[in-house]
């Protein structure tokens, strides 16, 4: 079930997107499953298709899914498999400024290895 905070400072399309790798992660859904389109997503949840369609392209330039012309977008992550070194590095590129962040305000290596370890357990309990 995907839920959008309009009022987050987090715009819709990265909500959607981020919720759509979590239900992955959590085994909601699958390799090979294939997403609502476009259309049909934006309608069940109240946003614009254009939100929608930047979510779907965003997935597919991580290798997340892979939109296929009339099957519409197909989940090709798996999580058994290793990341590529492409996708380590594009991850690295995402998680330095994070990190940056962390470090300014003055949280040590151990506070941040426990903040992720405590988001990777609860993505799995949610």
């Not at 905070?5 to 499953?33: A, K, N």
């Not at 389109?37 to 109240?46: M, Q």
């Not at 962390?102 to 405590?118: F, P, T, W």
Request: glycine share 4%.
């Amino acid at each position: 079930m995907i839920i959008l905070d309009p009022e987050s400072s987090i715009p819709l399309y990265l909500q959607l997107q981020t919720q759509l790798i979590e239900s992955i992660v959590r085994g909601d859904l699958s390799t090979g499953d294939t997403l609502p389109s476009v259309r049909k997503l934006a309608a069940d949840l109240g946003i614009n298709m254009h939100t929608v369609n930047k979510s779907y392209h965003e997935l597919e330039s991580k290798e997340i899914i892979e939109i296929v012309h009339k099957k519409g977008a197909v989940i090709i992550a798996d999580k058994e498999t290793a990341a590529s070194k492409k996708q380590r590095e594009d991850i690295t590129v995402e998680l330095r400024p994070v990190v940056a962040e962390a470090l300014v305000h003055g949280m040590k290596k151990e506070e941040i290895q426990e903040l992720i370890s405590n988001i990777m357990l609860k993505m799995k309990e949610d």
